[in-house]
């Protein structure tokens, strides 16, 4: 039996919707109510969890594989899995974004800067060799500028409405992000074949959809 843990929200409805078009049964996920783990008619086992949690069940061996985004990646220091396949859904970036006054102020001060990533963050800026205050948000980082806690924020940006609605704009595009499978070393030598049949199912799908 696969198991396979899947970030919820977002990720998981257009996982499901992946898995659908590349032939795996779907209704028990369609159907699962509030139930937090599941078995489907493929012989997987399903659990879905948060983002950092989906990376933690990898790193103990719970699951064998993970469907999770390539910032919650970048964040995290666990680095002993295989990210096998980029999936091509959860499409967005991370970007510097402020108001439309930040390009042309001068600062004399160090620049303060909210993020829920604080290690894409420091990255970004000790590339750039600035040197500034990172202050860690857990939502809605947008408000840093708003109320003005911060310069500026690293957010990740999506379709774009968050940040027009709140008269903030893209200053600078950092890093593409989208939706990968990462898989366990231990479970990629026990399990390979498995394994290998389910990316090859999703791979087929993915490579269809984008000659179309
Ligand atoms: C993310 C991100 C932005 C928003 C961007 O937040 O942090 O706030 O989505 O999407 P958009 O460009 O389509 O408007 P999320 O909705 O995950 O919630 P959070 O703010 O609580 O993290």
């Excluded at 991370?94 to 990533?117: P, Q, V």
């Excluded at 963050?121 to 947008?142: N, P, Q, T, Y």
């Excluded at 366990?184 to 199912?201: G, T």
Aim: hydrophobic share 35%; net charge negative; proline share 1%.
């Amino acid at each position: 039996m696969l198991k396979i843990a899947i970030t919820k929200g977002r990720i998981e409805k257009q996982f499901t919707e992946l898995m659908k078009e590349s032939g795996f049964e779907i209704e028990s996920i369609q159907n699962k109510n509030r139930k937090l783990c599941i078995e489907t008619k493929d012989n997987f086992k399903i659990i879905f969890a948060k983002a950092n949690d989906v990376i933690t069940f990898i790193e103990h061996g719970i699951v064998d594989i993970g469907i999770i985004g390539k910032d919650t990646l970048y964040e995290n220091d666990f680095e002993d899995y295989y990210e096998i396949l980029d999936l091509n859904i959860g499409k967005c970036y991370f970007a510097l974004c402020s108001n439309k006054e930040y390009k042309e102020k001068e600062f004399s001060k160090r620049k303060k800067i909210a993020t829920k990533y604080p290690k894409v963050a420091r990255a970004f800026f000790e590339e750039k060799k600035e040197d500034v205050e990172i202050i860690k948000l857990e939502g809605s980082v947008e408000l840093g500028p708003l109320v003005e806690l911060t310069d500026a924020i690293i957010d990740l940006v999506e379709t774009g409405t968050t940040l027009k609605e709140n008269n903030l704009e893209v200053i600078e595009r950092v890093k593409e992000i989208s939706t990968r499978l990462i898989v366990n070393k231990v479970s990629l030598k026990f399990k390979s074949q498995e394994i290998y049949f389910f990316v090859d199912q999703l791979e087929k799908r993915i490579k269809e959809e984008k000659e179309c």
